[in-house]
């Protein structure tokens, strides 16, 4: 791969591009996290009572947390990559200049990275004033780092799905049958105890789920079980999906 | 002057497809070079193989001593892109496409700041420094194009087709930019499909078809060597063909048939139009040799698709 520091470069031209869409993006991209802490945490929260030992909107606050990098990292590595590869042809004109393929990926993957952190921290800042707060200081500081990096592990995966993308219309493949099925399966709206065997170990394949467990421990400052072994899945699909992702999408875009 | 640009048995391969099928040609440092075809004839890709975006798939390519291997950014960081889509930073400004981009060249900013001001000026394009590019018309956008690719002080400048689709005004305007950027000792590499353009701007021509090179040359020295002095295009039916020719025989050094014209090359176009004129023939044009016949003789006058 042939990376270099030129990747601020091209996360730098997405911030000069995304101060003029600031306020749009953050209405999209909290609305939906929104929906579920209102519907699912006000309105069902009052049934449900408690769940693990905690109030069901802070059982769920966290999930909320990653679904939200999750959400916004994915749309922004799917549909405005797209655009810029296609419609504006963007990545040719970069990579006429000393940044390479590889940069131009990277810096992208970078800047969906970075639209994750915000949604997610928008996220976090909503249910503090819901009173739902993390732990301790150290527990946010550590959350800002895990949301970043799972902003890395989905907007590669995304990258990989953009790489073979001939129109818009195939991102509803893997939006509406795998990121959205992927919410619910995850155990973000509710423990995954109860589900058959077969449909745990499905669960225990996508990242949303172990994203969840860590976002949970970080969240309450209790170490669960399997957290390292789901830190230890989400390093390991990060790094492949994000060599993939700049592999798959270079080789689409130089021929 | 010492060679700027050198392939030798340049091949490039897309899957099945042969683009470009074993080319060789020198540019010498300061000239302008033009690369004319039709479309599909390989000309963007070899330029796109020069600045390092196209992998070669055999012979050898050198820009100014160094192996054109993709993504060297040697090569990259001396030159200047004017691409033949106006793949402008749309959701920027005019000042910060420009912006951008000298960052992608590691310019300072201050510096930066400086070249923008000297090349907004150089494109006309001051007045329009905070416009969105969408509001900017066709010729704007171009020229546009062309101070972004000088945001580098390039040492070579490769132009793919940068005035298709500009009103004659707005061309010229392109022209004259080139031209001052040729004698300020920038190396030039053009492709065109307009004759005109090849014939105000390039040093040197090369023909390509088919991705092959047909003929190489300095423009006016083809048209002479290829045509001669004059054309004399005739609107008439196939049947006279013969006729014809024989009365031009002696003063015509070539004829070609295309639908319903018949064209014959002179070295003296008065001598043809006065054996012609006996005839009395309804259609004829007489008319000054142009690189265009040229490059129709030598890709033929058919339609290609």
Known sequence: MNLSYRIYYVFLRNMVSFKRFILPTFVISMGQPLFYLLTFGIGMGAYMGYLGGQPYLHFLVPGVLVSSVMMSSTFECLYDTFVKMVHEQLYDSLIATPVSADDAIAGDIAWGAFRGLISGTLMMIVAACMGVAPVSPVAVAL???????????????????????????????????????????????????????????????????????????????????????SLGYLLAVGVVAFYLGIRLMKRRLIN | MSVAISARALTKNFDDFVAVKGISFDIQEGECFGFLGPNGAGKTTTVRMVHCVSPTTSGTLTVFGENAHIDNRVIKKITGVVPQEIALDVDLTVYENLMVFSHFFDIPRSEAKQRIAELLAFTELEAKKDSRIDDLSTGMKRRLLIARALLNRPRLIIADEPTTGLDPQARHLIWQRLRRLKTQGATLILTTQYMEEAEQLCDRIVIMHDGRILKEGVPAALVREEIGAEVVEIRIGREEDARLIGLLSGASQGHERAGDTLYCYCRDGHECMKRLMELNLPSVLHRPATLEDVFLKLTGRGLIE
């Open chain 1, 143 to 229: 959350l800002l780092v895990f949301m970043a990096y799972l902003g890395v592990v989905f907007g590669s995966l995304a990258m990989i799905v953009t790489s073979y993308a001939p129109n818009f219309d195939f991102f509803s493949y893997y939006t509406e049958l795998f990121i959205t099925p992927m919410l619910f399966f995850s155990g973000l709206f509710f423990p995954l105890d109860k589900f058959p065997q077969w449909l745990k170990l499905l669960a225990q394949c996508l990242p949303l789920t172990h994203a969840v467990t860590v976002s949970r421990a970080i969240f309450r400052g209790i170490p669960s079980p399997g957290l390292m072994a």
